[in-house]
């Protein structure tokens, strides 16, 4: 059984980074600055830059893939390099293999405390795209603003529906979220207004990011799409619910979510998740040729949390737990839709599933949702009320996969409410 | 005056190059390959690489910025360089300076004909953004697909609408384009068929390079949004119009665009075309104060043209004449309103001017406008009918600015039309 695999490294049992996962993340410390790549051990980042110069996770002579401000070129060596350097690691690391464990010097250079490290945005981010996939959300959504009869647009049930995001605002867990301001339009008024966000809100996100790139006019089959993708992050699609709702038309969200999309710092391989595959959705209507897959093995069974700290509050409210298997399109569909029309996709780029909301009123991926756009406010711990967010709110979204005693998780994403820009500018 | 200015090469007084334009590209030579920037002169590109190697252009010691497979480097280095390496390049082609001009040894490497080079991407391209912002075209738009009495959303009038596209399938003038295929909706029908393109589509369009970046979280005034503006090239937003009319709700246009978007060559600097600026649109109601600014000099005179060729065929058709002095919202409205809620441009990226239509039918940048959806189809010369592309048509957009005797062009972006991919599978 892998899960009986261990490492010489003692890693707690609740830990999400057991020898089982290894998630890849791009890390620094000072007062170098070098970004290069590691992965999560327990409590540790394992340095690969310094095991690549001393012989080991050989991929090609004379070339570095570990010592790389990102994670792109590891990742464009392809799904053989990625198994095969996650087999070498697994056994480098097991409680068995003395090669490193008894290498006192080289285990003082190749492990360091997460605590102790920088993380950085672990792949160049081409292109991001944003997905609607989960069919309570946008039967929510349109149960809201437009006919909780008919909440479901015709499109829906026939294509993951999905728009371009912006790659360059995409930024890693822990930077803190500036409140965006832009144009708001009041009932009351004729007229917008310009003025910060009143309605600031997360989306529980997961998102994957790309593995293996195609080129222009030719999609991807969905027999292997697949073995496109690399792993899968958390990711939070910050929305501001005002500037959306009176931007959005025709085109989509634009400034209502460009200010900012978070990500976590370490990518789970889609091998590190095998043991944890599991059914979506069946889908009604069966989707046209190009989108069929089976449905009993396409999908992942991650629980997925989401917590908020008031400013200075000691406690942390979990506002909601739902699961990544509730989600109606998968991955795979979501990747071959996008390129069905001949959109080359890039290795690194990253592809948001759309908020994941579960069946009950607890499991909604926004507080849109559970607040039902304000009606419903949610009651923290210390008494305070949230409709959205307010200034100086920390925002958390967990995730994990378990079973038989072996636990792989995604860390967590997680970011702070600034108050907003003030313009000198009035109106 | 600066149109006496002359060069000692002999520019034909027709052509978009005069020593007074000066336009940046990237060209590589056989069988060499290794790209470099260049600037057009009449018939001929202008070798940077080869005069930074021989002391000229100097930005910074020990540096190089033109032989580079992109721009980027160049604009960032900021708007005094833009000026200065103008400068000096006017000097120096100057038939007044014998610098260069008596050097034939220098000459015979500087300047290479254009049809013997190999043209490229001039910019890479992080983030591609496209407007909306030609009142006539979304008028049309909004006429044919919802009502002609409130024709324009409430938005439309009081922001530059926007969205995200697809940076990685921005293709250079001449690439050619695989009709796409996808998901479209026939009246007839209750679902979706899989089908290639039937309503393929041009869009006549500008673009404009961000010359300079901004942190995320910190917006551009608009009294500096033309300060962060390098240049402008012509663009093709191809568009297939059955595949977005089923996909866009609610999230816009996906697929439909994704599948290439043409960019001419050649970037035409502001700097260039300041001889040529002139007003825009009178703005009702006056926009909110972020997006206030004088309209009498905030736009350009510029002829556009559309031409269609088909397969074979001698006979090239001009379909369209406007001019993007049309254009209601302007580029720094557009600039200053991408980044109002935090959003960081990155030097390179790309923003569409949207659809640039004129008030009268001869004057609409789109099939979809010029044929009103089929309904009035166009002849072409040789007796052939469109209602929208046809495979093997090859479609070009042309642009130049012309007064007292200078003319400031763009040359052209053009693509070609072929097959759609015929896919194995079938409904």
New interface residues.
Partial sequence: MKSQLKSFIEVDKNSDFPIQNLPYGVFSTLPEKRRRIGVALGEWVIDLAVLEENGFLKIQDGESYFNQPTLNKFIESGKSNWSKIRAELQALLSSETTTLRDNHELRSKVFLKQTEVILHLPVHI??YTDF?SSKEHATNVGSMFRDPKNAL???WS??P?????????V?LSGTDI?R????I?LPESE????SA?RKLDFELETGFIVGRSNA??E?VPIEIAWDHIFGMVLFNDWS?RD?QQ???????????K???SSISPWIVTLEALEPFKTSSPVQH?KP???LQEDHHNNSYDIHLSVEIQAEGQPQTDIICQTNFRHMYWSMAQQLT??T???????VG?LMGSGTISGPTPDSYGSLLELTWNTTKPLTLSNGQQRGFLEDGDTLTIKGYCEKEGLRIGFGEVSGKILPA?Q?E???
Avoid: M
């Avoid at 009176?246 to 209502?256: D, I």
């Fill in positions: 081409s292109g609607y647009l015709a499109n026939e294509l529906v999905g728009y371009n995001g912006r790659a360059s605002s930024v500036v965006p301001s832009g144009q339009k007229r917008p207004v310009f966000c222009l006019g999609p501001a500037i009176w931007e959005y038309v025709p085109l989509g969200p634009f400034n209502a460009t200010f900012a209507p046209l040729a190009y839709h996008h069905i029309s001949g959109c080359n996709l890039q780029d820009i313009f500018f009035s109106e």
